[in-house]
């Protein structure tokens, strides 16, 4: 599934079975230093990838294009990913806290 994000310009090819396109389509443009928290898992298929598991929080050490970035989790190993699998942890973290203001009140 390919989604067009007309305010950057850019094509993201994102997993089927995506349900938060309206996240992905909302997200500023990523910059070296960046936080990003994962919202789908990601297995390395090259060894000069990144593999990491949703919820995983990834630094970006280098800004490859619109569709790869180059991270880090935990301070490990850098590898490249791709971008529309990560939402910056600021944002995700005001999704968690939006969702449980509504479940509370």
Known sequence: KQCIN???????TLPEDDT???EIDQQ????V?????AIYA??????????????????VTEYINEEWLKGSVSGGPEGLFPSSYGIPAVLA??????EGDSAGG
Do not use: H
Request: hydrophobic residues 40%.
């Open 20 to 22: 938060r396109r309206g």
């Open 42 to 59: 990601f297995q390395a298929e090259t060894g000069d990838e990144l593999s990491f598991e949703e919820g995983d929080i990834i630094k």
């Open 28 to 31: 500023p443009p990523v910059k």
């Open 93 to 98: 973290a005001g999704a968690i806290a939006l």
């Open 6 to 12: 007309a305010e950057y310009g850019g094509v993201m």
């Open 33 to 37: 230093g960046d936080i990003l928290r």
